[in-house]
């Protein structure tokens, strides 16, 4: 059975990158946020095994999406995505319960990695 994965991330370009490295390895993008209260909200309605989301987002941030999505499931697996390769924003994703870190623009083989890693 193929992982469920939720993209989170305001631009739509990026969304459509990741969706495609993610369909054409055997996963199955069940849903896409374009900030972080829809992330959190498709979150709570889909329960998908794994959630890319964007730091850098208008409303709500990544990193405090995070921390929501945490807080409302602890065993949620969430892989930080930002095109900044800001080492305060990745310490305190980490920190705050993400998985791991990827640096736009998307790279196949270490989205795929960074995945594999997460959910097996």
């Known amino acids: 059975m193929s ?14 990158m990741l969706k495609d490295i993610l369909t054409k ?4 993008v ?7 209260i829809d992330g959190f909200n498709k ?15 208008p409303e709500v941030d990544g990193i405090t999406c995070l921390k929501n999505i945490k807080n409302a499931d602890p065993n949620a697996k969430i892989i930080m995505c ?7 924003m990745v310490i305190e994703s ?10 736009k623009p998307f790279q196949a083989d270490r989205v795929l990695e ?3 890693k997460a959910v097996g």
């Open 3 to 16: 992982k469920k994965i939720l993209i989170v991330d305001d631009a739509a370009f990026m969304r459509m």
């Open 25 to 28: 390895n055997g996963y199955e």
């Open 30 to 36: 069940i849903g896409e946020g374009v900030n972080g």
């Open 43 to 57: 979150y709570q309605e889909l329960h998908p095994d794994l959630v890319t989301l964007d730091i850098t987002m």
């Open 82 to 88: 930002s095109a900044m390769g800001q080492q305060a």
């Open 94 to 103: 980490i920190q705050a319960g993400a998985k791991d870190f990827i640096v």
């Open 114 to 116: 960074s995945i594999r």
